[in-house]
């Protein structure tokens, strides 16, 4: 049974437990768009990569976000994780649990959010969940259960080229379904539109067809408000970061205001930004700044062949470090990422640029590099754990979704970790502008 969330609240604070909620999020960059919306909404986040440790405190924080690496990853490697970050929120005393996934719902041929969410519930105990991806002020709405990005069908969005995760189906309900084995069902958007006590009303009929996973229709930020509030109780709640910042403003509301954020990080070393995507949102920024700035395109062949080709990287890089920021990118076309992937294999390809990127980040950082802007979640995830940086402190929004951000220990690194599809087409420039 769920409990009522504020009597949860109330728990917290007399035993002083600290997080509001907590979320496992399955890549890096979609953790990072979540967290921005929980400071937006006025709570005290931190981006913590992998579980909560236990032996240290985060009782200066309100919300937890845990950025795992779990999207592409085999199915029980992801529930595995999901369940280890799962602990260690609880052992903070977050009764309230977001699982965050792409808007864009990228999963594998297994999963992994039918898997994942299905073992949170299990977990929790909890009897029910609402699937809520929508993010309409990006763009993503879901229609009748189906994904529409930009107002196309997600599997004609550009989606369906995604090097990783081809998205080739829009129909939600039947991709989750084929996920898992608990019960996918749909509150449609003549429900969602009349407020939240309908949706309580259909979400408790959906229980007793033991509809386990709900998929909620959603056109714009007031059926996420009405969602939000009808959710209000539950210890489960899983979807993209919009629904994210309605559920935390939600407890913003109760909690009160939060400090302001400060940086430590010195902004005066040279600046880079490496980016792995290969989003047509990623493409336009990527051109956007190679018309001003010096940069450099992976040689993919020649990484695979194993050829010295990160070293090249960063020799070219360090002649420019203190004047310009530089640009390192490997952001094919479809037709050319076609071809690469027809010739040496979509993972291997992908490993290697993602480990290639992870090295240069390395090596740049040794160099003196103190900001770097990675576009990509997978490839963000590669260098973060190259760089070893165990957590994050999270500041205000670049554009939306994409967060000003400091690594935690020392020294500390100024970081913004842009998911592939978000931004504007200055987007490095801005980003880099605002790391300054
Ligand atoms: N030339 C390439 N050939 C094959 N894979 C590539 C190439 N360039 C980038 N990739 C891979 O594409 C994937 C992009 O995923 P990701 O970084 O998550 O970006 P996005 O946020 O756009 O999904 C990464 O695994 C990256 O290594
Ligand atoms: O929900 C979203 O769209 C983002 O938060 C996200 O997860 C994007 O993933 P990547 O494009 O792989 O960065």
């Known amino acids: 049974m769920d409990v ?20 496992i999020a ?13 400071v937006q909404a006025g709570l005290r986040t931190v981006q913590w990569f992998g579980p909560l440790p236990k032996d240290q405190s985060f ?11 779990t999207r592409s990853a085999p199915a029980h490697v992801a529930v595995e994780q999901s369940n280890e970050a799962l602990n260690s929120l609880q052992h903070l005393g977050a009764k309230k649990i977001f699982f965050k996934y792409c808007s864009t719902f990228d999963s594998t041929e297994d999963g992994n959010i039918g898997p994942v969410a299905a073992s949170l519930l299990d977990r929790l105990q909890a009897r029910q969940t609402i699937i809520c991806p929508a993010f309409p002020g990006n763009g993503r709405t879901v229609y009748l259960g189906h994904l529409f990005v930009n107002g196309c ?71 996420l408000a009405a969602l939000a509030r009808a959710v209000r109780n539950s210890h489960l709640a899983t979807g993209g970061s919009a629904i994210g910042y309605w ?22 070393g040279g600046a880079v930004v490496l980016s792995g995507s290969c989003s047509p949102a990623t493409q336009r920024q990527v ?8 940069s450099m395109a ?39 990422l076609a071809a690469i992937h027809r010739q040496f294999g979509r993972r291997l390809a992908a490993q290697a640029v993602e480990s290639a990127l992870a090295k240069i980040a390395q090596g740049l950082v040794a160099g003196g590099v103190t900001t770097l802007v990675v576009a990509g979640g997978e490839t963000s995830g590669a260098v973060i754990d190259a760089l070893q940086i165990p957590g994050l402190s999270v500041g205000p929004s670049i554009e939306t979704g994409v967060p000003l951000t400091e690594s935690l220990g020392t020294p500390p690194l100024t970081l913004v970790l842009k998911s592939g599809n978000f931004g504007g087409d200055n987007f490095f420039a801005k980003a880099l502008e605002a790391a300054k």
């Open 287 to 294: 051109a956007c700044f190679r018309q001003s700035r010096p």
């Open 247 to 268: 559920l935390a403003r939600d407890i913003a509301e109760q909690n009160g205001t939060s400090l302001p954020w400060k940086r430590k990080s010195d902004p005066t």
């Open 26 to 38: 399955d890549d890096y960059t979609g953790a990072a768009d979540l967290a921005s919306m929980f």
């Open 298 to 336: 992976l040689d993919v062949p020649g990484i695979i062949r194993g050829d010295a080709c990160v070293e090249k990287c960063i020799d070219w890089a360090a002649n420019y470090l203190g004047e310009s920021p530089v640009l390192i990118y490997s952001s094919p076309t479809p037709s050319e």
């Open 59 to 69: 009782n200066t924080y309100d919300a937890a976000v845990i950025a795992l690496k």
């Open 153 to 223: 069908l997600l599997n004609e969005s550009g989606m369906q080229n995604h090097p990783l995760n081809p998205m080739t189906d829009a129909n939600l309900l039947r991709i989750l379904q084929r996920q898992t084995s608990k019960k996918v069902g749909l509150i449609n958007y003549e429900v969602v539109q009349q407020g939240w006590d309908a949706i309580l009303q259909r979400l408790a009929v959906l229980q007793k067809e033991n509809v386990q996973l709900v998929i909620c229709d959603t056109l714009c930020d007031d059926h």
């Open 4 to 23: 009522p969330y504020a009597q949860l609240q109330l728990k917290h604070q007399k035993q002083h437990m600290v997080l509001s909620i907590g979320s």
